[in-house]
């Protein structure tokens, strides 16, 4: 690819937003990023007392949070951070969902903002598929998942979560399915890039 794209997908839970993020980064040939590959790559580095020295008490990257980062948890995040910033400052490609890519790349113009919800019964249906549980067990799960993704991101920037104003395209995956979502979000790609394909 010849101009460095990154796209930042932030989702629902159950609305298949990790499986749209991961077909399009084959799609578009670029490396994709996620919590558990984050997870990975900074536990792989040992997190030693000067690293929680550096990081405690620190201030979070937007400035517009009143939280102290004060617990190794809190370190491992702006671990992370570091990381998506230093691949952006790379100049490779990349897709990642989650993680506040949003947040930790904003302003920068080789950047793409997506937001993936979906309608309730469809979401409720995707986890019960998934997971094999029952249908109180898979709302139960959206709720609890989707209160601690706007919870941590909204302890970034308050507000921010799903907020349709602070995303370049939002889609819900429940109208397309997620391979049309995908031939979406790469018609838009090539719209915005004056491009005829990727």
Same mark, same amino acid.
Request: net charge positive; proline share 0%; glycine share 2%.
């Given at each position: 690819m010849d101009k460095q794209i990154i796209i930042c997908i932030g989702r629902q839970y159950g609305s298949g937003g990790h499986e749209i993020g991961e077909k399009l980064s084959r799609r578009l040939g670029i490396s994709f990023l996620d919590r558990k590959m984050l997870d990975k790559l900074v536990t792989s580095i040992k997190v030693d007392k000067n690293a929680a020295d550096k990081y405690k008490r620190k201030k979070l990257f937007t400035r517009e949070s009143d939280i102290v980062m004060d617990s190794v948890g809190a370190v491992v995040n702006e671990l992370q951070f570091d990381y998506i910033t230093e691949m952006a400052d790379s100049g490779v490609s990349f897709v990642i969902v989650g993680r506040l890519g949003d947040q930790v790349l904003k302003g920068r113009e080789n950047?793409?903002?997506?937001?993936?919800?979906?309608?309730?019964?469809?979401?409720?249906?995707?986890?019960?598929?998934?997971?094999?549980?029952d249908l109180e067990t898979a709302k139960e799960k959206i709720s609890r998942h989707d209160s601690n993704r706007k919870r941590f991101h909204n302890s970034q920037l308050r507000n921010s979560w799903g907020n349709a104003k602070r995303y370049d395209l939002c889609l819900n995956s429940s109208k397309l399915g997620i391979d049309?979502?995908?031939?979406?979000?790469?018609?838009? !790609?090539? !719209?915005r890039y004056g491009r005829s394909k990727f």
């Open positions: 950047v793409i903002t997506i937001f993936i919800t979906g309608d309730k019964h469809a979401r409720i249906e995707r986890i019960m598929s998934k997971y094999k549980v049309k979502s995908v031939d979406y979000i790469i018609d838009y !790609l090539m !719209l």
